[in-house]
């Protein structure tokens, strides 16, 4: 079966770094996303990787090692406003998407 | 204006009852989709649509149905609401492209079945 594993839950402190972590096995690979989503409203885009390395966009990073079915999100100076849920999602040899459960991310002062 | 629009967005009924559920969109995308979420199982995908003539099951189409109107409209009909149906509900639509494959979703339909 296609699976995507994440924590369920992590905590962090304002200003500091956290890093999330996914880990798939799916049929075939075509691109691994991940979403933000606040507690009631819908997933927004963050990062897309398909290739082996990292990719930064301002605050937020992402890594892909495909070998090892992995991927990380890394968040920087955090700001309470990053308290969200972070999906994992990826894209199967069919282009479907498989997503995990998400990570809900909570920020203390 | 949202570019992906659904109505209802919240909406509470009883077991048994026929509920429908309808998104629009503006950004021109072929491809749509019906996704529930449900606390601790993230998203998954009831049906989805490549065109207007193409519609396809996800991995939870039973109790569902689907009718896509036009290439903007997309909408999600349960036929006899039970309990278990109680979620949020998301439509999504993509370009379909290989690029970034990017879903743009709408703000969701909280639906409760009592």
């Known amino acids: 079966g296609q699976n995507i594993d994440q924590p369920t839950e992590m905590t962090a402190t304002e200003g500091a770094i956290v890093q999330i972590n996914c880990t798939y096995q799916t049929s075939g690979f075509n691109g691994l996303f991940w979403y933000q989503q606040h507690a009631g409203e819908a997933p927004t885009f963050l990062s897309y990787n398909v290739l082996d390395g990292l990719e930064e966009k301002g605050r937020f990073s992402s890594f892909l090692s495909r070998s090892k079915g992995y991927s990380y999100l890394l968040l920087k100076e955090l700001q309470m406003k990053d308290s969200a849920s972070y999906l994992c999602a990826v894209w199967d040899s069919n282009y479907q998407l498989i997503w995990g459960a998400g990570t809900k991310l909570i920020i203390k002062p | 204006d949202a570019d992906v629009t659904q109505t209802p967005r919240n909406r509470i009924t009883k077991t048994g009852k026929r509920i429908m559920l309808e998104c629009s969109q503006t950004k021109g995308h072929d491809r749509m989709y019906w996704y529930r979420q449900d606390p601790g199982l993230g998203l998954r995908l009831i049906y989805y649509?490549?065109?207007?003539?193409?519609?396809n099951k996800g991995e939870i189409s039973d109790g569902y149905s689907v009718s896509r109107q036009a290439q903007a409209k997309f909408s999600l009909s349960l036929e006899s609401a039970i309990p278990n149906q109680t979620a949020l509900y998301f439509c999504?639509?993509?370009?379909?492209?290989?690029?970034?494959?990017?879903?743009?979703f709408g703000e969701g339909s909280r639906l409760t079945v009592l």
């Open positions: 649509s490549f065109d207007v003539k193409d519609i």
């Open positions: 999504a639509t993509g370009s379909g492209g290989r690029d970034t494959g990017e879903l743009f």
